[in-house]
C-alpha cells in the first residue's frame, strides 16, 4: 500500500555541538519520505523553489519515491529553515524561518494520487492539511503531526483535522499544549476524544509512548553514544511509523502496532547518527533489522513471574 | 539471601499537587526496606530520635524486616525533610532539611549483620558507606546510591566507596553531575571506569537504564493515570531491584539484571500511587506479578524482522 505525503521540503542550515552544515536538504516530507520508502511506495505532495537542485532529492526515485506531485514555483525560493541544537539535543532553538514559495503552497494532488489509500499529513498548516484531505477518494488511514505554532495560531483548524484522522503523532510537548493537562494518560484520553483513536507521542532520547483504545506501547530511545543532528527524528519516526502499517494493510492491530512504533523508533535512531538525509542515503535493510533485533535485546525481558 | 540496608529514617512532610501530609514515616531504608520485603529478607540500620514511635516502622517486622540495627538516640529527635512537587513530578524542591539525630549518625553493625552478604547503601554521607561496608565480612554484592550533595561536597570518599561496589543506582541528572558527560552511553562508561560494573539510571516517569559490561537495557516508566506523590520512587526501585537479585543468590547475568530492572520499577510505579508508605502497607504480592505482566504487555513486540 503507498503512503502519499504533503509536508516541507526545505533547505537547512544546522548547528549542533557535532559541527555544522549548510544547505543541506530538510523538510518534514522529504525526511518522512526518506525513512518511509524502505517499507513502502511513497507519493510525495510539496513545493520548492527556483534555487532548488532536483538532482538532491533524486536518491529517492529508485527507492520508490514518486516526486510527480512536487511543485516548481519559478518566482521564489526554497523554504529555508536555520537551526540550533545545543548539548540538550531534545530541544532546537529555531534562529531564522524563511517561508518563501512554501508560503503560498496550495497542495494539488496528481489525478493518480487521489486514490491513495494511506496518507501523511505532515506538519504543515491544518488548513492545507484539510484541503489536501478533501482531494482524497477514501483513504483507510490517515495519519498526522502538528506543532505548537498551529496549536495556538489556528485551534479550529486543528480540530477539524483532527476528527478526520486516525493517528495523531506528536511530541511531548505538544501533547501537554494541546490538552493543557500534564498527565500524559489523561492527555491522551483527550486527544482520542478529539479525533484520533491512536496517539503516538514522540519524547526525543526518551523514545515514544502509543495509546490505542486498549493498551498503551513505550518504545525506548536506542541509547547511542555518538549522535550527530535530531533535525528529523520526529519524520523519520512517522516515516517508519506508518511505512510499517502501510506495508502490512494499514492493520491497526496491537501486534502491528506496537511493531509500528518500534520501526519508528528504529529509523529516528539512525537519523540522528548524521547531518541532514546522510545516514538516509547509505542506510541498508540489513542494518535496518540488525537494529530491530537490537530493539528486542533493550526491552525484552524474561517473562516467568517474580514474587 | 538476605540484604542489608542502612539509610535514612525519617519523618516526612510532603505536598504535592494531589494533596499535603505531615509527619508520615519516611527516609531511604524505610523505603528500600518496605519495597525489598517482597523480595528478600532484609537487615535495616538506620538512628531515629526521641520523637520516633516504633509502632509506625512495626508492620515490616512481618514482612521480614529485622529492626535490631536500628538505633534509638534519646537526646534528638528523628531526621525531618519537608518537600513540596509541582506539576512536574520529576523534580522535588526541598523546603526544610532538620538532619537531627541523624547529623551525628555512626553505624554500627550488631554481630548477626556482620555476615550479611548482600547490601544496599542508601543515600548517606559515603564515608559512612564506607564505615558500613568496613564491618561487613565478605559482602558479595554491594549497591549504592548517592546524590548531588556528595558528588560536590565528598568526591573523595565518594570516589573512594565507588571502587568498593558491583552496583550504582543514581539518577539521570546526577549521572551527568558525576562525570560531566551529557551522554549517557558515554557517562555510564566513565562510572564503569570508576569501580561499578553496573549502573542503574534512573530517569523519573521515563523509567530506568541499566548499562552493564556487555549489554544495555531499557525499562519504560509505567504510565499511571493518577499518581500522588513521587517521595521514596527511587528507593522503592531501589529496593525491587536489589531485592530480586537477593532473591536469586546475586546472580549478575542479562536475564536476572533485566528482571531485576522491571522489578524496581513495578515496585517504584506502585510507590507513587499514594503518599508515603501507604502503598506499601496494602500492596499484595499478586498485584505485583499482575504489574510485572502489565510490563510486558507494554514493552514487549513480535520478534520476526521488520524489512
Known sequence: MSILVVGSVAYDDLETPFGKRERVLGGAATHFSASASFYSPVQLVGVVGNDFNEKEISFLKPRGVDLSGLQIQTNGKTFHWKGRYGFDLNEAQTLETHLNVFADFNPVLPENFKKSSCVFLANIDPELQLRVLDQIERPRLVAMDTMNYWITGKPDALKKILKKVEILLINEAETRQLTQERNLVKAAKKIQGLGPKVVAIKRGEYGALLFADSFVFSAPG???????????AGDSFAGGFVGYLAKHGAQMDAKHLKRAVICGS??????????GLDRMRNLSKKEINE????????????ENLIV
Open 222 to 232: 536506542f541509547p547511542l553514544e555518538d549522535l550527530k543532528d535530531p533535525t528529523g
Open 266 to 275: 528504529v529509523m529516528a535512531s539512525f537519523q540522528v547518527e548524521d547531518f
Open 291 to 302: 537494529r530491530f533485533e537490537a530493539f528486542k535485546t533493550l526491552s525484552h525481558f524474561e
